[in-house]
C-alpha cells in the first residue's frame, strides 16, 4: 500500500507526516522507517523509529532509491511501514517526471509482495500530479 501526501510548502504535509509517524509507532508490531532529507524530523519523532538522513547514504535517484529500500527490507523483514519525506528533493527529480509514477507503482508492488507500507511526501501543487500519482492520494 502507498500513499502520498502531495502539496506545496506551508500546506502542512510534514505535521500530517508526523502524526502518521507517531501513530504507526503505536499501533504497528513491527518496524518503522522515516527516510529524509535533512534533519528535521529528529526531534519530532519517537526513537523507536529507524530514521535514515538520505545524504548519508548517497540516495541519489530513483533506482538508489530503490536499492535502498530493497537493501533496508533484506536486513530487517520486521519492517511494515516505512515514511519517504520529500521523495522529490531526495532523488532529484522533477515531480512531473514519469519516472515519479513508475517509482511509486514500484514501491506499491514491492509493498503488497513484503507486507510493508508507504507513505510519501511531495512538495508540489496537486494539480501537477499525473493521474497515476493521485490514484494514491
Not at 502531495?6 to 499501533?27: C, F, H, P, R, Y
Not at 530513483?62 to 519525506?85: C, K
Not at 510519501?120 to 500519482?133: K, M, Y
Amino acid at each position: 500500500m502507498v500513499r502520498v501526501i502531495m502539496g506545496v510548502k506551508g500546506t502542512g504535509k510534514t505535521k500530517q507526516m508526523i502524526d502518521l509517524i507517531n501513530t504507526a509507532v503505536k499501533s504497528e508490531s513491527g518496524s518503522v522507517v522515516c527516510i529524509e532529507r535533512g534533519t528535521k524530523l529528529t526531534y519530532d519523532i519517537p526513537h523507536a523509529v529507524r530514521l535514515v538522513e538520505s545524504k548519508d547514504y548517497a540516495i541519489s535517484n530513483f533506482d538508489v532509491m530503490r536499492g535502498f529500500i530493497s537493501g533496508l527490507h533484506a536486513g530487517n523483514y520486521d519492517i511494515t511501514h516505512v515514511f519517504i519525506e520529500s521523495l522529490t528533493k531526495i532523488v532529484g527529480s522533477d515531480p512531473e517526471n514519469p519516472r515519479v509514477e513508475q517509482f511509486l507503482d514500484w514501491l506499491n508492488e514491492f509493498g503488497e509482495s513484503n507486507g510493508i507500507k508507504f507513505t510519501v511526501t511531495i512538495s508540489a501543487d496537486t494539480e501537477l500530479a499525473s493521474e497515476g500519482v493521485r490514484k494514491y492520494f
